[in-house]
């Protein structure tokens, strides 16, 4: 391609495809990625106060297309955008992953848009009810631009009111100063930002940050009763897929929020345009491991949601075992 080579590449042994780009694997269709990728796309839209309003939806980077497929779950959704750098992908990933995005790029509600996503961003006119934002690792030239506070700023004023954007965070791959440098950052624009977890074995191994432009509750019994409506089949199936089966699980992978972090990211410091600290420091702590260490010391500073997440009676009692009793 013009910005990027693209390669997808096929594990007979257990039926996984791998997405490359640049060389570097950018998803895959293996369970821990599928979950992640469908993390992003689900949770931005259930964790929205009122999901049923959810119209618009912007989804920055392509790659196998799984977290914009599924916007295609949702009945209300009407406008869903990708923005993505290269055009060879969106074919690509339609025509080797379009099982697992349900062929988002042909779905009649999709426009695709080549655009550099912060010049997109910056001139766009439009506003969504869900950003969800997913580039390649910070350490990748370039990319940290998609991780500064000015980024953040620019999604955050292209939000609808009670809009949410999701982050994907790796964890893999990465240092504590990194970690606390990207937390920092997220939190700076969003300071009731939470953190959701895509754990791999009780390890972590990446993240998914929630923003909102006006935070407000996440009701699970509401959130149940939507699950279990019968316009909601669809989405309950994609969750499913990936290991979801209620609404329960899905706000069980909660890992914290910005203000119990305040001890952690006290002396972090900002990404800023002007100072592109990732862009340095991101690469420091590529095969480091490190992540079992830095998983664990986010979950010390982790605190039940009590005022976050509302519910009554058994939901609330199961949601408070399983976040007592996962790492």
Known sequence: GMNVSVAVSYTPSDGTRNFHGAGKVQASS????????????????LAHQTPDKVKKVLVVACGAGVTAGSFTRYPEVSNLTICELEPFIPPASNEYFGPQNYRVKDWPKTRIVYDDARHYVFTTRDTYDVITTDPI??????????????????????????????????????????????????FKVFPEGTIWSNNLKGDGYDLVL?????????DVDALQARLDSPGYSEVLGSIGDVGFHSAVEMLATYAGRASDLRGMLSTAQINEDLNMRLQY?????????????????ILKYRRFPD?????TGGRMDALRTLLSARP
Do not use: C
């Open 30 to 45: 293996q369970p821990q990625d599928m979950h992640l990728q469908r993390m992003l796309g689900h949770l931005s839209v």
């Open 137 to 186: 690792h910070p350490w990748v030239k370039g990319t940290s631009v998609l991780y500064s506070k000015e980024y953040y700023e620019l999604v955050k004023q292209h939000l609808k009111p009670g809009g949410v954007v999701a982050q994907w965070l790796p964890i893999y791959d990465s240092d504590p100063e990194t970690i606390q440098t990207e937390l920092a950052t997220f």
């Open 210 to 218: 929630l923003g909102q432009a006006t935070p407000g509750p996440i």
């Open 281 to 297: 420091i991101a690469g420091v702590g590529l095969n480091s491991m490190a992540y079992q260490g830095i998983y664990k010391d």
């Open 307 to 311: 005022g976050l997440i509302t519910g």
